[in-house]
């Protein structure tokens, strides 16, 4: 599995996370940090789930977490700085030539306005809604009129996208909960593993989706809708597109990703390793169990010692950080 690979599901969910400003999914090199912390408190918990043993404990499960590249990672990030600055000067270009083309159309053309109740200017609408396009340099009250009507069409969308997105995340929790429910008694299974592996791939693919449409409907929101502004507005969404693919390929590719991607899987296997001698150590304990005290309230297993650390971290995005009852 590829570095990136790993990272896919908490990369789109930090996509959906975000202002919609494209920007090419990274690595955030402090996640490795926080990786490393977590290792640590799960062996410490590990630990201390085991203290109360009726038999003395035969192995400890405290284990010291390695420590990732520190050169790979400082040049990792320098690459991502750089890629940074290159797309932010792009979208920086993009954005004041759609500016520079709006007010060249505003120049010439304007939006039909009429009194509104409240005696100011307002827009006039067709039926679709749409503003009406006049010939004629624009007004000072017109522009006022035609400014208004594009903070509430962009509120409008904010709130809309919010609300898309809120209910994607809440479909794919769902959808996720119910395939842990219904393989709660084999999730160690590999076959099961695989399968979660791709609803949650599949996850990420949708979350990408709608975000290049949020983004799409982003820069066209407050434009005319003369088909060579439109198209202007598509061009440039599409030239930062294709450099973020550009740039993902050159991250992934790169010595440093490949040398994290095997830094991520000796960790995902060093838990994995672990998570074994706790199963091992659990199963004794559930035998020295008066079995009615565990119908009476059965034990319930731990998410991080039943699935693989990478899946764990991708069901987390999704709100999911425990086992279905």
């Known amino acids: 599995m590829s570095f990136f690979g790993i990272m896919a599901v908490p990369m789109a969910m930090n996509l959906l996370g975000g202002l919609f400003t494209p920007k090419p999914p990274a690595m955030n090199p402090s996640y490795f940090n926080q990786m490393n912390k977590s290792l640590s408190n799960t062996s410490r918990e590990m630990e201390k789930a085991w203290e109360k043993q009726p038999e003395p404990k035969k192995l400890t499960l405290d284990f010291e977490v390695p420590e990732p590249s520190k050169d790979s990672i400082a040049k990792f990030e320098s690459m991502q700085q750089k ?17 520079q083309t709006k007010e060249d159309f505003f ?5 039909e306005t009429q009194t509104g109740a409240d005696g100011k200017e307002q827009l006039a609408l067709d039926k679709q809604g749409k503003p009406i396009v006049k010939e004629g340099p624009e007004t000072p009250p017109q522009k006022v009129a035609r400014e208004n009507f594009e903070t509430t069409q962009k509120s409008e969308m904010f709130t809309k996208h919010a609300a898309e997105k809120k209910e994607f995340v809440s479909e794919q929790k769902a959808q996720l909960t119910s395939f842990l429910d219904s393989n709660k008694f084999q999730l160690d299974n590999p076959g099961i593993q695989g399968e979660l592996q791709k609803m949650i791939l599949d996850g990420q693919k949708k979350a990408v989706k709608l975000q290049d449409r949020h983004e799409a409907e982003f820069f066209k929101v407050d434009l005319p809708e003369v088909a060579e502004i439109q198209e202007k507005a598509e061009g440039g969404n599409k030239e930062l597109k294709d450099l973020q693919a550009k740039q993902m390929k050159e991250q992934e590719n790169s010595k440093e990703a490949q040398d994290l991607a095997g830094y ?15 199963r091992e150590m659990r199963k004794s304990e559930l035998f020295l169990m008066d079995p009615r005290k565990m119908m ?17 971290a991708s069901l987390e995005q999704f709100g999911i950080n425990e086992l279905p009852s």
């Open 83 to 99: 890629h940074e600055g290159e797309k932010t000067n792009m979208l920086t270009k993009f954005t004041n030539d759609l500016k």
């Open 107 to 111: 120049s010439k053309n304007h939006y």
């Open 296 to 312: 009476k309230n059965p034990p319930k297993q731990d998410i991080s010692t039943v699935l693989p650390m990478n899946i764990v």
């Open 264 to 278: 991520q899987q000796d960790l995902v296997a060093l838990l994995d390793a672990k998570r074994a001698e706790a």
